[in-house]
């Protein structure tokens, strides 16, 4: 168990440029979460996945962002033509999601800074 | 109305006093409840989970869940300043997925 891995840990890049980021999920763990956190605040829900299936996009949510997880295992999350605004922590966990003990393993973030 | 309501912060108790960090919820439907602990620069971690109505003990922690008010709290006992950190109560919802609240931070001063 290597835990949940992200990749960029940190992602400089300019406004109206796209950005891709990657989540590795523990390997048995059929659930994978992408949360938005900016200073001060807590993980804003994003999306979520069930094997290879988006449950669920926030509604507050632009179109620019789009997440997949082919075949159930790593995750990718794009954001088009970035905003300023678009400057956060990108959280991804993961969990298994066998009875109400849902418990979310987070890898350490990429953190996105738009100019 | 949010989803995820906490005491707002920043909350100073003295090392060794007792910590009380309060959230409240939206949906009623709401299956089960989490308290994460997040240090400064680190990535939430849980601490607490808790889903029928009552007190569950942890250590120094208890968590105490009242699904008529929609209401659920965390104690931190014997407060140490590692104790220190940003408290996110999280609920599975009824819609099964997992949300946050805005966190309480925490500082215990020795």
């Known amino acids: 168990d290597t835990g949940v891995s992200q990749d960029p840990r940190h992602k400089i890049t300019k406004r109206g440029q796209n950005v891709t980021f990657r989540c590795d999920p523990i390997?048995?763990?059929?659930?994978l979460y992408w949360y938005r956190q900016t200073l001060g605040q807590g993980p804003e829900f994003l999306t979520y996945f069930q094997n290879e299936a988006q449950l669920e996009k926030s509604r507050l949510l632009s179109d620019r962002f789009s997440a997949e997880r082919p075949k159930g295992s790593f995750s990718t999350l794009e954001i088009q033509r970035t905003e300023q605004g678009d400057s956060a922590m990108y959280l991804c966990?993961?969990?298994?999601?066998?009875?109400?003990?849902?418990?979310?393993?987070f890898g350490s973030g990429t953190q996105l800074s738009v100019l | 109305q949010k989803e995820v309501e906490q005491n707002s912060g920043p909350l100073s108790v003295p090392e060794g006093a007792i910590a009380s960090l309060n959230c409240t919820y939206s949906?009623?439907?709401?299956?089960?409840f989490f308290w994460y602990r997040q240090y400064s620069g680190k990535s939430p971690e849980l601490i607490m989970f808790?889903?029928?109505?009552g007190d569950k003990e942890d250590g120094r922690f208890t968590a105490q869940l009242n699904k008529a008010s929609q209401y659920v709290s965390l104690l931190i006992r014997d407060s140490q300043p590692s104790d220190s950190a940003t408290y996110l109560c999280a609920v599975k919802t009824s819609y099964d997925k997992v949300i946050f609240g805005p966190g309480t931070s925490l500082s215990v001063i020795p």
């Open positions: 949906d009623r439907g709401s299956q089960s």
């Open positions: 966990a993961s969990s298994f999601d066998r009875d109400l003990n849902e418990k979310l393993f």
């Open positions: 808790i889903y029928s109505n």
């Open positions: 390997s048995e763990h059929n659930r």
